[in-house]
């Protein structure tokens, strides 16, 4: 019989409890005891659980699971307490590290000292998660699935690459598939919410959700709302329900904005290219980066152009193009009447110009001295446009406009920050 005496006393935090344990044995343990413990323990509470598992080793000293959980609760205890040491350690150490550069001094020996306990962090997180492993592998064996599954989902959600826990994740799907097919024992709800963790574990995110969906159904038709919750977390999937959620909406999003694109390839290929521009600006004010969007916005804003010519006549296009140059020109110079009135021109030659337009209604506002958020957001959906087309500088000059006529547009800031710097970077390029 494997002695409790070794399990414990490689953490200082529980030496305490062997004086307790050798106080006496109460009568056997029973299962209620024995699952309160593991209740505990998976709460994380694991000082309370250490008691409650010492509890049921007074009344059963070979008990094998009880002398499992203590093992883990000790490595786990003792991964924290050296988690905390290497923390005030690191801060100690960057302290130094400032201090002595601040002081001129050669800070190159702590600095050493700070990247071997980075490297040592490094260590203790693959420590701390073979530790999960551990219990998970625990958990399985003894048929807990869900809380098994609950365990490596959260290590491959801190570290998708982690081997062992691909592995064991690979060995938790054989088993749910197998006690899916053959177990008798599960309750329904149980049931739906294993088929749920099966599906999910093959990226089938849709089946997953189904599954969950009906576990949270029958449990809402079978117990009191406070009752319900609790039985919802004790199946383990609520985290992973919010994930799957996601996924299935990206795909959705995913699936509209191909057909939204092909759509547009469509008009394009019929030479049908104002509606096809549409449609493609459209694309680019959801995902500006869409693979290939760029070449075919600026291709089939050149054909567009050139219908325009062919229907207003080259020396009528020409005298468009020039108007809402100057229009331009005098909005960055802050000249909002001239600018008003080069747009009029514009429009006056060509009604359905496509930005002439919204700069008219920056112009007028701006000399109204108002903020305008409509505007601004129209005018952050064109910067969208040029920047998905590669002109940096037309996207520039519209996200400032749009920050200027709304200064709480955060994306538009943001996108405006960023382009800003790639197109510092470019003309940094040779």
Same mark, same amino acid.
């Given at each position: 019989?494997?002695?409790?005496?070794?399990?414990?006393?490689?953490?200082?935090?529980?030496?305490?409890?062997?004086?307790?344990?050798?106080?006496?044995?109460?009568?056997?343990?029973?299962?209620?005891?024995?699952?309160?413990?593991?209740?505990?323990?998976?709460?994380?509470?694991?000082?309370?659980?250490?008691?409650?598992?010492?509890?049921?080793?007074?009344?059963?000293?070979?008990?094998?699971?009880?002398?499992?959980?203590?093992?883990?609760?000790?490595?786990?205890?003792?991964?924290?307490?050296?988690?905390?040491?290497?923390?005030?350690?690191?801060?100690?150490?960057?302290?130094?590290?400032?201090?002595?550069?601040?002081?001129?001094?050669?800070?190159?020996?702590?600095?050493?000292?700070?990247?071997?306990?980075?490297?040592?962090?490094?260590?203790?997180?693959?420590?701390?998660?073979?530790?999960?492993c551990e219990q998970a592998r625990i958990q399985m064996q003894m048929g807990h699935l869900l809380q098994s599954n609950d365990l490596t989902l959260k290590i491959l959600g801190e570290n998708p690459s982690f081997a062992e826990a691909q592995r064991l994740l690979s060995d938790l799907q054989s088993r749910i598939r197998q006690?899916?097919?053959?177990?008798?024992?599960?309750?329904?709800?149980?049931?739906?919410?294993?088929?749920?963790?099966?599906?999910?574990?093959?990226?089938?995110?849709?089946? @997953?959700?189904?599954?969950?969906?009906? =576990? /949270? &159904?029958?449990?809402?038709?079978?117990?009191? #709302?406070?009752? !319900?919750?609790?039985?919802?977390?004790?199946?383990?999937?609520?985290?992973?329900?919010?994930?799957?959620?996601?996924?299935?909406?990206?795909?959705?999003?995913?699936?509209?904005?191909?057909?939204?694109?092909?759509?547009?390839?469509?008009?394009?290929?019929?030479?049908?290219y104002l509606e096809a521009l549409d449609v493609f600006r459209r694309v680019a004010i959801q995902e500006p980066d869409y693979p290939q969007l760029g070449r075919y916005l600026v291709q089939t804003e050149a054909?567009?152009?050139?219908?325009?010519?062919?229907?207003?006549?080259?020396?009528?296009?020409?005298?468009?193009?020039?108007?809402?140059?100057?229009?331009?020109?005098?909005?960055?110079?802050?000249?909002?009447?001239?600018?008003?009135?080069?747009?009029?021109?514009?429009?006056?030659?060509?009604?359905?110009?496509?930005? @002439?337009?919204?700069?008219?209604?920056? =112009? /007028? &506002?701006?000399?109204?001295?108002?903020?305008? #958020?409509?505007? !601004?957001?129209?005018?952050?959906?064109?910067?969208?446009?040029?920047?998905?087309?590669?002109?940096?500088?037309?996207?520039?000059?519209?996200?400032?406009?749009?920050?200027?006529?709304?200064?709480?547009?955060?994306?538009?800031?943001?996108?405006?920050?960023?382009?800003?710097?790639?197109?510092?970077?470019?003309?940094?390029?040779?």
């Amino acid at each position: 019989m494997r002695t409790l005496k070794r399990s414990i006393l490689n953490s200082a935090a529980i030496v305490p409890v062997c004086a307790a344990l050798a106080l006496g044995a109460a009568p056997n343990a029973t299962s209620t005891q024995l699952e309160a413990a593991v209740q505990l323990f998976d709460e994380h509470r694991l000082d309370d659980s250490m008691n409650a598992f010492l509890q049921v080793l007074r009344g059963d000293p070979n008990n094998e699971r009880a002398h499992a959980y203590v093992d883990l609760i000790t490595k786990e205890l003792s991964i924290q307490r050296r988690a905390l040491i290497r923390e005030k350690q690191l801060e100690m150490l960057s302290d130094t590290s400032n201090r002595l550069d601040n002081n001129r001094r050669d800070p190159s020996t702590v600095q050493q000292a700070i990247e071997d306990m980075t490297h040592a962090e490094d260590r203790a997180r693959q420590e701390r998660w073979h530790g999960l492993c551990e219990q998970a592998r625990i958990q399985m064996q003894m048929g807990h699935l869900l809380q098994s599954n609950d365990l490596t989902l959260k290590i491959l959600g801190e570290n998708p690459s982690f081997a062992e826990a691909q592995r064991l994740l690979s060995d938790l799907q054989s088993r749910i598939r197998q006690t899916l097919d053959h177990s008798t024992d599960l309750s329904i709800q149980e049931r739906y919410a294993l088929q749920g963790f099966y599906a999910y574990g093959q990226a089938d995110y849709a089946n @997953a959700l189904a599954g969950w969906e009906k =576990a /949270r &159904a029958l449990i809402a038709q079978s117990y009191t #709302p406070a009752d !319900a919750s609790r039985r919802i977390d004790a199946l383990r999937f609520e985290p992973y329900e919010r994930i799957a959620q996601a996924e299935v909406d990206q795909a959705k999003h995913r699936a509209e904005l191909d057909a939204l694109f092909n759509n547009g390839v469509a008009l394009d290929q019929k030479a049908r290219y104002l509606e096809a521009l549409d449609v493609f600006r459209r694309v680019a004010i959801q995902e500006p980066d869409y693979p290939q969007l760029g070449r075919y916005l600026v291709q089939t804003e050149a054909d567009a152009e050139q219908e325009r010519a062919r229907r207003l006549g080259e020396r009528k296009r020409q005298q468009v193009a020039q108007a809402v140059q100057d229009g331009l020109s005098e909005l960055e110079s802050e000249h909002y009447q001239k600018a008003a009135e080069n747009f009029e021109t514009a429009l006056k030659l060509d009604p359905s110009h496509p930005q @002439a337009r919204s700069y008219l209604l920056m =112009a /007028r &506002a701006e000399m109204e001295r108002r903020h305008d #958020p409509k505007a !601004a957001q129209m005018h952050y959906e064109t910067g969208l446009v040029a920047y998905a087309s590669g002109k940096l500088e037309d996207a520039i000059r519209e996200w400032k406009i749009a920050v200027r006529m709304d200064p709480q547009h955060v994306k538009a800031k943001n996108a405006l920050v960023k382009a800003q710097k790639e197109l510092a970077l470019d003309r940094e390029a040779p």
